[in-house]
C-alpha cells in the first residue's frame, strides 16, 4: 500500500507533478545556510567557517541527483522527455505534422474499416451452435442446366442419404419467403422462413413459450402448426399469453402456433419472423402415386470429426443410387451422374460479396503500406534536415543510443497519434456503413470496431513506426559529428544512399497507387458494362405492382381481377400500356416448362426443348417494353381464339431452331394434358435478363393468358408503362387493384429501375469504394512526391545556384527536376503495372465482361498516374527554376 | 568529534529513525533531524543531504510525514516536516519489529552466558 503510494507520487513525478528543480534546491539551500549558522555560532560568532564552496557545490548536486531520482522514475522520465520535445517539434513543424498525421490516420481507418467489415462478414462464425460444422449441400447434373440458379437436392437424394447418414447428423430443407398472414381480420404480408424440425433445432432454435415442432409435423399430410417469432408475437399478436394453440392463416391456411422462438433466432436470415415446418415429399414406389421429383434448398451438419469432402462422397453415392426421372431433369436439366456438393455455410452464405471484399481489403493494404511509406518518407526528410542539429547534441554529450531513441520516440508519437486519429475515423465508418451499404449485403448489421481489428490497428502503427522510425535512426546514431557540423550541412547531406532508399518508397508509392488504379478502373469497367447491358425490357417509366389471390380463390376470379385492374388503370392519366403476367424481372420466382417438338429440319424427328415460360396478357410486352425482332406481339384478338399464339426469344431461337424461319410455325399438342389446339410462333423478342444483368441468356417463350389451360392464377404481376416518374402513380395503382378486389393482397409496388438498382448496388458499392480508394491512393503517392521534390529543391539551391550560374535557363532547370520527379513514378508505375498483370486475375470473380487483362483499365492507370505526379512536380520544379544564382551562391 | 568512530545506518532502519526523531522533537526540518540525531549519537551518526532528504521525500510520497515551508526562530525559510496518522502507525509497527528482531540477536549474541 506504502510501495503504491509511493510510485503513483512518482509516475507523478514524470509527469512533473513532483516538486520543482527550484523547491528542492532551496530546501538544501536553508540547510546549508542553518549549518554555516551553526558553524559561526561554534566558532564564537566572530568568524563565518564555511565548508569550501566546491564541497558545498558537490554536496548539492549529489544530494540533487538523489532527489531527481527519487522524486520520478528515471526511465519514465527520459520517455516522458523524448515524448515532450517531439510534441514541441510537432507543433513547430505543424505542416509536417498534419501530413503525416493525416496520412497515417486515413491508411489505419481505411484498412480498420475494411477489416472490420472482413471480419465481421467473412471470418466470424455464423451465430448458430456448432456453426463451423453447418455445410450447405446441394447436387449437379454435370452438363446439365438447371431450371434456375437455386441450388438444390432432389428429395430423392435426400430421403436416400438419410437412410444411413454416416457423415452427417442433420440434413434439413430451408428456405425464406413472403407470406400473406392473417390474424383475424387483418391480413400482411412478412417473411417467414421453412425448415425441417432437426434442422431448426440444430441451428440453435429456442422457445420462450410452447415446444418446437416434432419431427412428424414436416411429414404430408400432418396438422398444420406454426412457431411464431417473438417480434411478430408482440407487434401482431399483442403479446398474448394464451397464442398456444391459438390459430393464423397463412397463405390461406389455417396453422396453430406451437411456440414462441426467442428474438434472437436469425435462421435463414433476419428478415423471418415465423416458421413453418419443411415438408419434405416422400418419394413413393407406387406408380400410382407421387413420383414427382422436388428440389429442396439444403443444409447439413457434419456429424463430429466428419469433412464436408467425405459428406460430399456420401452424398454422392446416394444421389447416383435413384433413379433419374423427367421430373429430375427437369429440375437439375439433362446431364451427367449426379454429383454431391458440401459447402461451409459461412462461405455460402457470403459467396456473392466474397470477391470484392476480399480485393478492399487488400485495396486497404496498399493504402496501408502507402501512408507507411509516406510517413517514413516525411520523417526521412525532416531526419536529413535535422541533421546539424542532431550533430550539435551529440556534439555536446547526447549519446547516440539516447539520440536514436529520441528519434524513435518521435516516430512512435507520430504513430501512436495517427492511430489513434485512425480509429475515431474507424469508429465512425462502421457506424454509417450500415446505411450506405447495399440492402443485401450479408451480416453487415453486425460489423463493428471489435478487439482484433483494434489490435491490427495497434499491429499497423507498430508497422509504421518501425517503416519511418527506424532508418532515420540508423543514420542519426552514425552521425559523422566532422562532416555534418563542418560540410555546410544541406548541400552534402542526405547522400546516396538515403536518397536511394527515399526513390525506393516514392517508387514503391507509384507501384501501389498503379495496382489499385488498375483495380478501380476494371471495377468501374465492370459496371459500366453491367448498367450497360441490354436486358431485354426498358425498366425507366415503368411500375410494377404485385397482387396475390388468397389460394382458395377461383381461376376465373383471378381473370377477373386481372381485367378490371388493367381496364382501370389504362385510364389512369399517366399510363400509357398495362398489362400482366406470371413472371418479371428481377422476382425470383421462375416457371418452366420442356417440349417436345418437331426440330427445324425434319428428319431430325423431335427435339426436347427447356425454356423459361411467360403467361401474360396483351399489353404486357409492350408496357415492359420487349424487343420485338420479327412478327408481331401478342394483340386482344388473341385471347380465346382457336389456335394459340406463342412468342419466342432470339435464344430459343438460336439454341434450338437455327437458320429456320419462325414466325407462322405450327406445333401440334404442345401440352399432351391440354384439349388439342395448335400452337403458332407469331413473334420474337430478344432474350430478357430475368434474374440481373450478369446472368447469360435464356430459352424463353411467353403465351397468352386464357388460351387453352395457359392463365395465371393466384398470384398477379402487373407492369405498367408510365409518361411521368412512375412512382406518383403508386397510390393510384394500389388504390385500383384494392377496389378492385378487396380480398387481394397488395404486395410490393415499385417502379421497375428501383429493382434495376438494387439489383446492382452490391457492385455498384464495391466500385465506389474501390474508386474512393484508388483517389487516396493517388492523392497520398502525389502528397509524398511532393513533400520529398520540394525539400530536395530547397536542400539542393546552392546546386541549382550554380547551374543557373553556368548559364542552364530555367527551362533546363525546371526539366530537371521534372524528370527526377517522373522517372521515379515512371519506375513505380512499371513495377505496378507488372504486378497488377500478376494479381488482378484474383478480381476474375467479381468482374463483369471485363477480363483481368483490360488494355484499357491498363491503359488508363498509368495516364492518371502521370498526371497526377507531373501535377505534384510541377510547383517544386517552377520553384527550382526560379532560384536567384546570386542569393542561392549567398546564403552558403 | 574526529574522534568519534563514525556509524553507518543499519540498512532499513533510516526510515524508522527519521520517524522518530520527528516524533521525539515534533515538526522539525532536516537540518535539525541531522543535528538531532547527530547530537543523539554523540557525533556518530552524521548524515549528509544526499541520503536524508531522498529519504524525507521517499516518506513523504508514502504519506508518512507531510512536508511544508515555515520561516524559523532565525528568520531563515525551511521545510518543515510533521508526522501524519498513517506515519505514526508505521513507526509503531516498525518500532515493535525492531525491538523483537533486537531482542533475539541480543539473546543470540550472549546465546550461551
Known amino acids: ?892 | 568529534m574526529a574522534g568519534k568512530p563514525r556509524v553507518d545506518v543499519l540498512q532499513g532502519t533510516l526510515d524508522m529513525i527519521v520517524l522518530q526523531t520527528l516524533l521525539t522533537l515534533g515538526p522539525s526540518h532536516g537540518y535539525a533531524i541531522a543535528a538531532r540525531l547527530e547530537q543523539v549519537s554523540h557525533g556518530s551518526l552524521r548524515l549528509n543531504m544526499g541520503t536524508l532528504y531522498p529519504a524525507l521525500m521517499r516518506l513523504e510520497q508514502r504519506g508518512l510525514i507531510r512536508g511544508k515551508w515555515v520561516v524559523t526562530e532565525s528568520s531563515r525559510n525551511a521545510r518543515s516536516y510533521r508526522l501524519t496518522a498513517a506515519g505514526k502507525r508505521q513507526l509503531s509497527a516498525e518500532r515493535d519489529g525492531w525491538e523483537r528482531m533486537a531482542s533475539i540477536i541480543h539473546l543470540l549474541l550472549r546465546g550461551e552466558g
Request: include cysteine; proline fraction near 5%; aromatic fraction near 6%.
Open chain 1, 1 to 892: 500500500m506504502l510501495l503504491i503510494r509511493e510510485w503513483f507520487s512518482r509516475i507523478l513525478g514524470a509527469f512533473r507533478g513532483g516538486r520543482s528543480d527550484h523547491d528542492l534546491e532551496a530546501e538544501l539551500g536553508s540547510h546549508l545556510e542553518m549549518s554555516s549558522d551553526e558553524a559561526r555560532r561554534r566558532a564564537g560568532g566572530s568568524e563565518a567557517v564555511p565548508p569550501p564552496s566546491s564541497m558545498r557545490a558537490a554536496g548539492l548536486a549529489q544530494a540533487m541527483d538523489a532527489l531527481r531520482d527519487q522524486r520520478s522514475v528515471p526511465w519514465l522520465d527520459d520517455v516522458v522527455q523524448d515524448v515532450r520535445y517531439a510534441c514541441r517539434g510537432m507543433v513547430r513543424n505543424r505542416g509536417f505534422a498534419a501530413t503525416a498525421l493525416i496520412t497515417l490516420a486515413v491508411g489505419v481507418a481505411m484498412t480498420a474499416t475494411v477489416f472490420s467489415v472482413v471480419d465481421n462478414v467473412l471470418l466470424k462464425p455464423l451465430p448458430f451452435p456448432a456453426a463451423d460444422r453447418l455445410v450447405r449441400v446441394w447436387e449437379e447434373h454435370p452438363g446439365g442446366t438447371p431450371i434456375t440458379n437455386d441450388r438444390w437436392l432432389s428429395n430423392r437424394t435426400f430421403w436416400a442419404w438419410l437412410d444411413h447418414p454416416r457423415t452427417i447428423d442433420v440434413l434439413g430443407g430451408f428456405g425464406t419467403y413472403e407470406y400473406t398472414v392473417a390474424i383475424d381480420d387483418d391480413s400482411v404480408r412478412m417473411f417467414g422462413a421453412e425448415g425441417s424440425p432437426q434442422l431448426l433445432g440444430a441451428v440453435g432454435a429456442k422457445v420462450v413459450a410452447g415446444r418446437l415442432f416434432s419431427d412428424e409435423e414436416a411429414e404430408q399430410g400432418a396438422d398444420r402448426v406454426v412457431l411464431v417469432g417473438e417480434s411478430m408475437w408482440r407487434d401482431l399478436l399483442a403479446s398474448d399469453p394464451h397464442v398456444i394453440g391459438r390459430s393464423i392463416r397463412i397463405d390461406d391456411e389455417p396453422r396453430t402456433v406451437v411456440g414462441v422462438v426467442a428474438a434472437d433466432f436469425a435462421f435463414p436470415d433476419r428478415r423471418a419472423r415465423f416458421w413453418l415446418p419443411y415438408v419434405v415429399p416422400r418419394v413413393s414406389t407406387d406408380p400410382k402415386l407421387n413420383q414427382r421429383t422436388s428440389g429442396l434448398s439444403t443444409i447439413g451438419r457434419l456429424a463430429p470429426g466428419a469433412t464436408a469432402a467425405q459428406a460430399e462422397a456420401e452424398g454422392t453415392v446416394a444421389a447416383r443410387s435413384v433413379p433419374i426421372t423427367m421430373s429430375t431433369e427437369l429440375f437439375f436439366g439433362k446431364g451427367g451422374p449426379p454429383v454431391v456438393h458440401a459447402v461451409s455455410l459461412l462461405a455460402d452464405q457470403t459467396a456473392t460479396v466474397r470477391p470484392a471484399l476480399w480485393v478492399l481489403a487488400a485495396a486497404a493494404s496498399c493504402i496501408l503500406l502507402i501512408a507507411c511509406a509516406n510517413v517514413a518518407n516525411l520523417l526521412l526528410s525532416r531526419g536529413v534536415a535535422r541533421q546539424r542539429e542532431l550533430a550539435v547534441r551529440a556534439a555536446i554529450g547526447a549519446g547516440r543510443r539516447r539520440l536514436a531513441r529520441q528519434l524513435i520516440t518521435e516516430a512512435a508519437l507520430c504513430a501512436v497519434l495517427g492511430t489513434i486519429g485512425g480509429l475515431a475515423i474507424t469508429w465512425a465508418l462502421v457506424r454509417v456503413l450500415p446505411a450506405m451499404a447495399p440492402a443485401r449485403f450479408p451480416r453487415l448489421e453486425e460489423v463493428h470496431v471489435n478487439l482484433r481489428v483494434l489490435a491490427l490497428a495497434a499491429a499497423s502503427a507498430v508497422v509504421a513506426t518501425l517503416a519511418s522510425g527506424l532508418v532515420p535512426a540508423i543514420r542519426g546514431a552514425r552521425l559523422d559529428l566532422f562532416e555534418s557540423l563542418h560540410g555546410g550541412g544541406a548541400a552534402s547531406a542526405g547522400g546516396s544512399r538515403v536518397n536511394r532508399y527515399r526513390d525506393l518508397l516514392l517508387g514503391a508509392e507509384a507501384a501501389f497507387a498503379a495496382l489499385l488504379l488498375v483495380g478501380a478502373a476494371l471495377f468501374a469497367r465492370s459496371l459500366i458494362r453491367l448498367t450497360h447491358v441490354d436486358p431485354g425490357y426498358t425498366a425507366d417509366q415503368v411500375l410494377t405492382a404485385r397482387a396475390l389471390l388468397p389460394r382458395s380463390a377461383s381461376p376465373d376470379r383471378t381473370s377477373n381481377l386481372i381485367d378490371r385492374v388493367l381496364t382501370a388503370s389504362r385510364s389512369l392519366p399517366g399510363i400509357t400500356a398495362a398489362g400482366a403476367g406470371t413472371m418479371m424481372p428481377l422476382l425470383p420466382n421462375t416457371a418452366m416448362t420442356t417440349f417436345r417438338i418437331p426440330a427445324a429440319v425434319a428428319a431430325e424427328g423431335l427435339i426436347q426443348t427447356r425454356q423459361v415460360t411467360y403467361i401474360v396478357t396483351p399489353g404486357y410486352a409492350e408496357a415492359i417494353g420487349l424487343r420485338l425482332q420479327q412478327g408481331r406481339l401478342f394483340n386482344a384478338g388473341d385471347v380465346g381464339a382457336g389456335i394459340r399464339p406463342m412468342i419466342v426469344n432470339d435464344e430459343f431461337v438460336r439454341r434450338y431452331f437455327p437458320q429456320a424461319t419462325m414466325i407462322g410455325r405450327r406445333f401440334r399438342n404442345l401440352y399432351p394434358s391440354d384439349p388439342p389446339m395448335d400452337t403458332e410462333i407469331v413473334g420474337v423478342v430478344a432474350a430478357v435478363l430475368k434474374d440481373g444483368n450478369d446472368r447469360r441468356p435464356e430459352p424463353e417463350v411467353y403465351f397468352v393468358h386464357g388460351t387453352g389451360n395457359r392463365r395465371i392464377v393466384g398470384t398477379v404481376n402487373f407492369v405498367m408503362r408510365t409518361s411521368v416518374d412512375p412512382s406518383t402513380v403508386t397510390a393510384a395503382v394500389r388504390g385500383v387493384i384494392h377496389e378492385t378486389d378487396r380480398t387481394a393482397t397488395i404486395g410490393t409496388v415499385e417502379p421497375l429501375a428501383d429493382k434495376v438498382s438494387t439489383s446492382i448496388a452490391q457492385p455498384r458499392f464495391a466500385t465506389t469504394v474501390l474508386v474512393a480508394f484508388a483517389g487516396t491512393a493517388l492523392l497520398l503517392a502525389s502528397i509524398g512526391l511532393y513533400g520529398v521534390l520540394s525539400y530536395a529543391v530547397s536542400q539542393r539551391r546552392r546546386e541549382l545556384g550554380v547551374r543557373a550560374a553556368l548559364g542552364a535557363s530555367r527551362v533546363q532547370l525546371l526539366y530537371l527536376i521534372l524528370t527526377e520527379g517522373l522517372s521515379v513514378t515512371l519506375m513505380g508505375l512499371a513495377v505496378g503495372l507488372v504486378a497488377s498483370a500478376a494479381l488482378t486475375r484474383f478480381m476474375q470473380a467479381a468482374l463483369f465482361g471485363v477480363g483481368p487483362l483490360d488494355a484499357t483499365s491498363f491503359a488508363a492507370a498509368p495516364v492518371a498516374l502521370i498526371v497526377v505526379a507531373m501535377a505534384a512536380c510541377l510547383r517544386p520544379a517552377i520553384h527550382a527554376a526560379s532560384v536567384d544564382p546570386a542569393q542561392a551562391l549567398r546564403t552558403e
